[in-house]
């Protein structure tokens, strides 16, 4: 079981997040970024190095100036985010999160974060709301590939690679999420506790309201 972050795991606007991609931007680029421009982009389902190309390229860096020193904004927007993330109010764990992993791991399920968050601020997020514990090594993470859909793939190899594509889901809230797992041909179960409701989920293999719902999908 692949589990999103933002809207599926922990609620709320990671505000120190924003703060620390666009900081790093500045100090790398140059360019007058701020946290609106991120949002300006609809970040929700997008891997935080596509949206850092949205925001460059708004600002006029060209692919080539981007790619070239990606490596370096990932590093500092990774080591800025624990004294940022300080200072501003953090998202909070889904009600039901860690009862619902819980039980997933007691049921023999394994499970990880397939997220668009650079790794290290993913891991820090969902360790401040307290769900660190339920999620070890591997995963697939917003560092790895701009391309969300890689994810899930990097996720199943970091995992042995040897699940069968019905016995893999991704858990997550945004069409994106959705498109992403049919693209790694795997199974999606979208929850509808992020900024999107069922009516714009509908392609997903079951629509439910929150984690609760999701884990009667996943046992079913």
């Given amino acids: 079981m692949l589990f999103d972050i933002d809207g599926t795991l922990l609620h709320g606007r990671p505000e120190g997040h924003s703060r620390a991609m666009v ?18 982009v609809e970040p929700a389902g997008r891997t935080d190095r596509e949206i850092a190309r949205m925001v460059l390229r708004g600002h006029g860096v060209d692919d080539a100036g981007i790619d070239r020193r990606t490596a370096e904004w990932i590093a500092l927007a990774e080591a800025l985010h624990e004294s940022i993330a300080a200072n501003h109010p953090s998202p909070v764990a889904a009600p039901d999160a860690d009862e619902v992993t819980g039980r997933l791991l007691d049921e023999g399920a394994e499970i990880a974060l397939v ?7 993913g891991r820090a997020k969902v360790g401040a ?30 995992a042995g690679g040897s699940h069968a594509d019905h016995e893999v889901v991704v858990v997550g809230d945004t069409p994106r999420d959705i498109a992403a797992a049919r693209a790694a041909g795997v199974r999606v179960v979208a929850v509808t506790t992020g900024a999107h409701g069922a009516d714009v989920l509908d392609a997903a293999d079951a629509v439910v309201p929150d984690l609760s719902g999701a884990l009667t999908a996943l046992l079913a």
């Avoid at 997220?115 to 601020?121: D, F, R, S, V």
């Fill in 23 to 40: 900081d790093a931007m500045r100090e790398v680029w140059g360019v007058p970024a701020v946290p609106d421009d991120i949002w300006a």
């Fill in 115 to 121: 997220t668009g968050n650079l790794q290290a601020i």
């Fill in 129 to 158: 709301a307290g769900l660190g514990h339920r999620f070890g090594e591997g995963g697939g993470f917003g560092c790895d590939s701009e391309v969300r859909a890689d994810l899930v793939r990097i996720a199943r190899q970091r």
